[in-house]
């Protein structure tokens, strides 16, 4: 070959490379609902930012036939590229070579990638969608699993690690994902399971789909494996690009602050409006959520799984925040097992990247009852206040109603240093509710009371109690609350909180590294 024709060899092997396992398998792919592996990410990132490596990679096995077929690229592409002028790496599982099933040499070329990200400090992307791991190369298949799973613990806390599920992930493969910070799944096309539904069927004579075992829907309302349902691979890619916008490179950076048009200090009237003045009553803490942060932008993070705790992305005067909220509107904003961990999860991922947290306290405290305590509430419950405890990241705190018993003191309290610890007049900041209060102080005076003066009686005992206790001025007497605000003014009052601990710091002392109570 001249100088010439290597050039065009080099152009033909590219376009070969491009068309993975062949355009009768694209086509198989697109009549499923799915972009190809290449697709995807020429719409994860910005035009013309992609550069690929390893595109001449092939497999090395010659088990059951394989050594016969090899495609360029073997069934993975990787490389890097910008999201808004910044730059990731990515990997992106192609389906039409092998089902996307995993070989050595596949897990090399996402290892690389994987190292590359960690040197360099930048977000790593991975699109699954893959049969597993690849029957033909036997213990290396395993082996390359465990490559990446070591890699995504290491890269734990230090990179951003972003995982979107756009087919099937199925046995040890979903392990990844799982390591990883952030959980995508494309609805109706995709499915995460440790076992499939033909090995539920012989092991436990169950009988259930794949959609049932293992969508979507189970995993952004059931198991919580999932923080996002994207309806398509459309609003899932959009989601990856969104959650990046909010994250800074690495743990050693921080968010980028973007510009804020909506004014810092606008007033929300309606706030002041909305604790009903009955405290059985719920009311919407999306309303307030929405009404405080920068252009009602909320990027909800499980909007469907324990949906008595909010947690989610929000700015406030372009300053990524990470919001936890307790939702009144669900469960009475009550803490339980899943609520704990699905909050205590998000706490430590804002810590791990330099993202403050705001925390919008409406608590009546944990839920009762033998399922809960039978399920470990102890430990799920401690598993937040450890997050919120071991976290150094700046931390304000607003109480606007309830903040009742172990619930107060996990949910951002003072003495976890929480650095700016706010509080409604409406808030009730104490050991318990007045009803609970005055059945434990008064019971044995009640019992001896005639029926028609023990109604009477306990109004009254509930009334002074609440005068006394349910009320945010016995905490801020003792500046466990540094202020009592006027709801409307909470962006503002939010904002200049953020502004002025922005700076702040503490440490945790030298360890191996912590002992949550996982
Ligand atoms: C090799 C595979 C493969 C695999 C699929 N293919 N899975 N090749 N190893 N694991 C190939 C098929 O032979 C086929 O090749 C092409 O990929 C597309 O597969 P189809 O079956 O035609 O596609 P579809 O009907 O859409 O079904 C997709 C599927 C099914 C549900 C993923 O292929 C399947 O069940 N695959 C096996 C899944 C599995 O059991 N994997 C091992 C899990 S254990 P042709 O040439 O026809 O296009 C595991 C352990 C990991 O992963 C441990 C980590 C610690």
Request: charged share 25%; hydrophobic share 35%.
């Amino acid at each position: 070959m001249n100088n010439q024709e290597k050039i065009q060899d080099l152009i033909q092997k590219r376009q070969e490379a491009a068309l993975g396992g062949g355009e009768k398998r694209i086509e198989a792919q697109h009549q499923k609902g799915k972009y190809t592996a290449r697709e995807r990410i020429h719409m994860i990132l910005d035009d013309g930012s992609f550069e690929e490596f390893d595109m001449f990679v092939q497999h090395r096995s010659h088990n059951l036939g394989i050594e016969k077929e090899h495609y360029l690229g073997d069934g993975v592409i990787t490389g890097h590229g910008t999201i808004d002028g910044r730059i990731v790496f990515i990997y992106s599982q192609d389906f039409t070579v092998f089902g996307g099933s995993l070989s050595e040499t596949f897990a090399q070329k996402i290892c690389k990638v994987m190292d590359m990200a960690m040197k360099v400090g930048a977000p790593i992307i991975g699109i699954n969608d893959s049969g597993g791991a690849r029957i033909q190369e036997g213990v290396n298949s395993l082996a390359g699993y465990a490559e990446i799973f070591q890699r995504n613990i290491m890269a734990s806390g230090v990179i951003p690690q972003i995982s979107a599920i756009f087919g099937p992930c199925a046995g040890g493969a979903v392990y990844s994902p799982a390591l990883t910070d952030v959980v995508i799944m494309s609805n109706n096309t995709s499915y995460m399971f440790v076992t499939g539904p033909k090995v539920v069927k012989t092991v436990t004579g169950e009988q259930i789909d794949t959609e049932e075992l293992g969508g979507a829907s189970v995993h952004a309302t059931k198991s919580g494996v999932a923080h996002f349902r994207a309806d398509d691979e459309d609003e899932g890619i959009m989601l990856i690009r969104k959650c990046l916008e909010y994250m800074p490179q690495n743990n050693l950076e921080e968010p980028i602050q973007t510009v804020c048009d909506d004014p810092i200090d606008r007033l929300e009237d309606t706030l002041n409006e909305i604790i009903p003045e009955n405290p059985m009553e719920a009311y919407d803490m999306k309303d307030v959520i929405y009404s405080i942060v920068d252009s009602q932008e909320l990027l909800e993070f499980q909007r469907h799984y324990a949906k008595n705790i909010i947690t989610g992305f929000a700015k406030f005067d372009g300053m990524p925040v990470g919001v936890v909220a307790n939702q009144p509107n669900y469960l009475a904003g009550v803490l339980d097992i899943n609520a704990s961990r699905k909050a205590a999860r998000f706490v430590r991922m804002c810590d791990a990247f330099n993202i403050p947290i705001l925390t919008l306290v409406d608590v009546p405290g944990f839920m009762p009852g033998s399922r809960q305590e039978h399920g470990g509430i102890i430990t799920h419950g401690a598993k937040l206040l450890f997050a919120y405890g071991e976290a150094t990241v700046p931390k304000v705190t607003v109480t606007l109603r309830k903040s009742y018993g172990g619930a107060h003191d996990v949910m951002s309290s003072k003495q976890l240093r929480g650095d700016l610890n706010y509080a409604w007049p409406t808030a009730e900041i104490a050991v318990m509710g007045p009803k609970g209060a005055v059945e434990v102080l008064e019971s044995r005076h009640i019992n001896a009371l005639p029926p028609e003066e023990a109604a009477e009686y306990i109004r009254k005992k509930e009334q002074e109690y609440t005068e006394k206790f349910a009320n945010p001025y016995e905490a801020a007497k003792f500046g466990y609350i540094d202020d009592v605000i006027e709801p409307r003014n909470t962006r503002f009052r939010v904002i200049r909180a953020f502004k002025t601990i922005a700076g702040k710091k503490d440490t945790n002392p030298p360890k191996k590294h912590c002992n949550i109570p996982l």
